[in-house]
């Protein structure tokens, strides 16, 4: 691996014609609309031309509170990773009921991703990651109350609109105007990691005030859960302010298309975007690069059910899994910035699709030593593919007040996974037997990494035409 790294890196100095020392050589003064002045890095070219524009600095500490402020909705919205049991013994719900109330969110987030899409053009984004932020909360404390299941129904829809339709399309259009173009892999793969780091965190947390309260304060698994609510919602509404009054300077924003306005502004910007073949392409991408991290949700069935690896065995492996987000997310995005994120992107898809379907054909035989490094690359590359395939956006020529638009119409076709990856699923499983259903259910999807592979190449190719 390293070996290939130097190579490129060579290859790379030798295209650029850059070499490892320092020109010292005086410089002529700067021509006005030359093609160097053009293809300048657009951090540094805008604040020669404008020195309102934000610092590479300020970039990144807007960064950081989008990071925050999204990683605050998610812990309690999906709170049933870690109290499951104690959701279904507070609020007198069954399995099902809970997974009805799951199934409700999925929908709400379906339906909401053209809108939230279409909002992020109209509206600043602080102004939409604030509501999101203290309405989650709001949410947070109803629940808190243990109302009947009619009432935990609307709390998820309720939460499917603060972290759907007033969350999605801000956070990653305000990402993508964030980052410069020469490092959107990099930003992405920040915030995909830097989410993952606060929801370990706050999970952490949560689970610490669990503890405290059921074994030290006694009050029982019902107190106990409704502590960790109540501090998973003031933490949401906590930083509202924070994030609302430190953003109030971004420059996430971009000036409103005069000639966007009405119904028959959004069906023009529709149109063109519909026409746009690099949205397609990016939607492939971002597809295909979303179902194969689907799958990985199946690890532990897989493991437990075919390796015959004991639940606790299994539950330190795929621990050991969720810590590669953070790891993946910002290595596939500082090296993908490195070279070009999107022909990368596609190297890392074919890599991750790859060891996805070779884990299932495995001999069941293989032990613990076998099993957790390839589950931790499988994490490593899919967490790598999840954290960047984003910046495929900003390669779409697509204009800064429609890119909201855009965000909601390629999320569309994109996240369909969450509907068919689990039918599927129970396909593979249900008409094939033992490890050869997995190996189907695996394979299919491992396969598909070269559609993805594809998809990125050609996005590439018409980029440099």
């Known amino acids: 691996m390293a070996g290939c790294l130097a190579l490129c890196d060579i290859a790379r100095n030798k295209a650029s014609g850059h070499c490892g020392c320092a020109d010292s050589s005086p410089k002529p003064d700067p021509v006005p609309d030359t093609e160097e002045t053009v293809i300048e890095t657009s951090t540094t070219a805008e604040q020669k031309t404008d020195p309102s524009q934000p610092s590479l600095k300020q970039r990144y500490l807007q960064l950081l509170l989008l990071i925050i402020g999204s990683g605050t909705i998610y812990p309690v919205v999906y709170m049933r990773q870690n109290f499951e049991g104690s959701m279904l013994e507070t609020f007198d719900i069954t399995r099902a009921q809970l997974g009805e109330c799951h199934s409700i969110l999925g929908i709400v987030f379906f339906l909401t991703y053209l809108p939230s899409g279409w909002l992020s053009d109209k509206l600043p984004t602080r102004w939409l990651m604030s509501l999101s932020m203290a309405g989650t909360g709001f949410l947070a404390l109803w629940l808190s109350t243990a109302p009947e299941f009619a009432q935990i129904k609307l709390i998820f829809i309720g939460w499917g609109i603060t972290s759907g339709l007033t969350l999605w399309g801000a956070l990653i259009k305000g990402t993508s105007l964030l980052a410069p173009h020469d490092q959107q892999g990099r930003f992405f793969g920040l915030l995909e990691s830097g989410r993952g780091l606060v929801e370990a965190l706050l999970a952490s947390i949560g689970l610490a005030v669990f503890a405290y309260f059921l074994?030290?304060?006694?009050?029982?698994?019902?107190?106990?859960?409704?502590?960790?609510?109540?501090?998973?919602?003031?933490?949401?509404?906590?930083?509202?302010?924070?994030?609302f009054f430190a953003l109030r300077t971004s420059h996430m924003e971009a000036p409103p298309d005069p000639n966007s306005r009405g119904i028959s502004g959004l069906f023009r910007d529709l149109k063109q975007l519909l026409t746009n073949q690099k949205i397609w392409l990016a939607a492939i991408v971002i597809l295909v690069g979303y179902q194969i991290f689907w799958v990985t949700y199946s690890l532990a069935g897989l493991l437990q059910s075919i390796f015959q690896l004991s639940a606790v065995t299994v539950g330190a492996i795929t621990v050991g899994r969720l810590w590669m987000r953070p790891l993946g997310g910002v290595l596939a995005g500082f090296i993908g910035d490195y070279f070009r994120v999107i022909p990368f992107l596609g190297v890392l898809m074919l890599i991750a699709g790859g060891l996805l379907a070779l884990l299932p054909s495995l001999p069941a035989t293989a032990g613990v030593m076998v099993l957790f490094p390839m589950v931790l690359l499988i994490g490593l590359f899919t967490y790598g593919v999840r954290g960047i395939f984003w910046a495929t956006l900003d390669e779409c020529d697509v204009s800064a007040s429609t890119r909201g638009l855009a965000v909601g119409l390629i999320s569309l076709l994109a996240y369909t996974p969450d509907i068919y990856v689990p039918m599927v699923q129970s396909w593979a499983l249900a008409n094939w037997s033992g490890q050869q259903g997995f190996q189907i259910y695996y394979g299919l999807f491992g396969a598909s990494s070269l559609l993805g592979f594809v998809a990125a190449r050609q996005l590439t190719r018409l980029n440099k035409a």
């Open 215 to 243: 074994n030290s304060v006694g009050t029982g698994t019902s107190g106990s859960l409704t502590a960790v609510i109540w501090f998973y919602g003031l933490v949401a509404i906590g930083f509202t302010p924070i994030l």
